[in-house]
DNA sequence: GTCTATACAGTGATAGAC
DNA sequence: GTCTATCACTGTATAGAC
């Protein structure tokens, strides 16, 4: 890791830590310690430990983003990668530990987030749900506009609720039951 | 408020600021000063931060449970029932400002609970189930058990994600939408 | 650019007077 | 039982030497 220039290893090093222990539990001096580097040269990088958050959130979002694409890459568009989102958070919860989704963690955890931050667990949930829709339209071309989106947005909460209660009673369970209600969900329409 | 007892005033003002604010935010000194008394009186009555976590989630718990019950204590049991459990929590999204359920919120902020707090929070997930499943059964009699158990997962699923998305977007249109979906579903049994 | 050393506010928790 | 005063510690952030 030590090839890695100083800003880099301080952000992959607070991505873990915030994640693993949430943000305020996570203080500056463990990152710098873990990362190798002096306190000073961290504040050389970043001008507050918020500018660190905001990084947090953009670069995990985008790679939550990214590693779903990759996931589904090879499925086909409508029921199969519709299915793949569930599957993917699954396999997600099965290799790591699976400590719930970033962005609502943070939204919990931070009442008072700053607009940069607010912005960006926007931004992730509107992926979801773009991607959820895009393919419930693959696999009922003439949805109606209003069901389209109720049905996108049940979707939403079934795998947001079934992340969350899976991380609550660590298990997986709560994530396979869901895929199967989904599944049949998706088989009606 | 004074002519409560000191240990009164210290859970009541703890409890409101542990969920507006979150449990790591809200400082000793904040508390005792809004509760209006000291600090070696605070620890006269619990011996640290975390025993007042604990009374926490008890109070914050069996309060909830208690305005459910009375919420739908004129209600049908089955269908009429289970719509008032999102009901219920639409109300409070309307009356007060809804920071999301609170249990899971502690369990996100804090990601090594205590033994104590931890069975606060399977607690209240237990008692949503059992009620939903109540009601199910009062719906539909033979209910397969399977299904049973399917079928209340969903609707916790539903219940907490769309809680989850309206403390997220600061809107109540989620959990109106799916308190639609709901009954919609529970029409089909 | 990176380090050591430090500033300064805030934390949870206690001692001892009244 | 309740207060004032203070503890030891950790938090974020900076100054200044190398």
Redesign the pocket.
């Known amino acids: 890791m030590k090839e890695q ?3 880099e290893r301080i952000i992959s090093t607070a991505c873990d830590l915030f994640y693993k222990q949430g943000y ?1 539990a ?5 990152i710098i310690e873990e990362a ?10 970043f ?4 500018a660190l958050l905001n990084e947090y959130l953009l670069i995990t979002r985008l790679n939550n983003y990214e590693h779903l694409l990759q996931f589904t890459a090879k499925m086909h568009p409508g029921k199969q990668k519709l299915m793949g989102l569930f599957e993917c958070r699954l396999e997600r919860m099965e290799t790591s530990n699976f400590k719930g989704c970033a962005f609502i963690r943070i939204a919990y955890e931070l009442p008072g987030l700053n607009q940069e931050a607010t912005a960006q667990v926007h931004a992730h949930t509107q992926g979801l749900k773009t991607f959820i829709e895009e393919q419930l339209l693959v696999i009922k071309h003439s949805f109606p506009k209003g069901e389209l989106r109720e049905m996108t947005d049940m979707l939403l909460n079934l795998y947001e609720g079934a992340g969350l209660q899976g991380y609550i009673q660590r298990s997986v369970k709560p994530m396979e039951d869901t895929k199967k209600v989904v599944r049949k969900l998706i088989a009606t329409l």
Do not use: D, M, R, V
């Open positions: 220039g100083a800003k305020q996570t203080g500056i001096n463990q190798g580097i002096a306190k000073a040269s961290l504040y050389q990088h001008p507050s430990k918020e």
